[in-house]
T-cell receptor
Framework: QKEVEQNSGPLSVPEGAIASLNCTYS??????FFWYRQYSGKSPELIMF????GDKEDGRFTAQLNKASQYVSLLIRDSQPSDSATYLC????????????FGAGTILRVKS | NAGVTQTPKFQVLKTGQSMTLQCAQD?????MYWYRQDPGMGLRLIYY???????DKGEVPNGYNVSRLNKREFSLRLESAAPSQTSVYFC??????????????FGPGTRLTVL
């Protein structure tokens, strides 16, 4: 089992819809979770981080964390064509880890 | 602030050649990282330096060496390049706080092709 798993996609949604991106992780003791966005040919940029169970909202983005299920998700409301990118889930594995482990990423395509 | 800078942006090597990828950050970060990104594989950690004077292996260290020259600079060396090292290489840095928020900032990447 990979330490951080994501569906590679592509996930296609129409403009204005909600895009739901999912990620599971292997280490139950993990505490810190990140979502990075990467446009084609560019470097990753952080869009959300979450530490606590539940939801965290920032504009059109909502991160959801369920530590019991070892599951973290990212919702993008009112999806725009400019949201088309690869979304990388990253986890600091373990309670005292200091290394980010990335999933393979999910390709999101928003069609106008 | 330039953030994280990497040189070169592109490089083509022949098998067996050596080269050094340079990375520098001006954000006073203590930790620096080298990743490689291959299609469908996400980012994989090659080496990292938690603080000046220390380096540790990541997930895929074979064929690479690193040097943390000072707090700002962290270089990655390929001693004898192989086609399997064709990849995009990213340097990243962060201000490491144990158990705390550790956003990593990434450089623009180096696209390396080994023939």
């Amino acid at each position: 089992q990979k330490e951080v798993e994501q569906n590679s996609g592509p996930l296609s949604v129409p403009e204005g819809a909600i895009a739901s991106l999912n990620c599971t992780y292997s280490d139950r003791g993990s505490q810190s979770f990140f979502w990075y966005r990467q446009y084609s040919g560019k470097s990753p940029e952080l869009i959300m981080f979450i530490y606590s169970n539940g939801d965290k909202e920032d504009g059109r983005f909502t991160a959801q964390l369920n530590k019991a299920s070892q599951y973290v998700s990212l919702l993008i409301r009112d999806s725009q064509p400019s949201d088309s990118a690869t979304y990388l889930c990253a986890v600091i594995l373990g309670e005292y880890g200091n290394k980010l482990v990335f999933g393979a990423g999910t390709i999101l395509r928003v069609k106008s | 602030n330039a953030g994280v800078t990497q040189t070169p942006k592109f490089q083509v090597l022949k098998t067996g050649q050596s080269m050094t990828l340079q990375c520098a950050q001006d954000m006073n970060h203590n930790s620096m990282y080298w990743y490689r990104q291959d299609p469908g594989m996400g980012l994989r950690l090659i080496y990292y330096s938690a603080s000046e004077g220390t380096t540790d292996k990541g997930e895929v260290p074979n064929g690479y060496n690193v040097s943390r020259l000072n707090k700002r600079e962290f270089s990655l060396r390929l001693e004898s390049a192989a086609p399997s090292q064709t990849s995009v290489y990213f340097c990243a840095s962060t201000y490491q706080i144990a158990g705390g928020y550790n956003e990593q900032f990434f450089g623009p990447g180096t696209r390396l092709t080994v023939l």
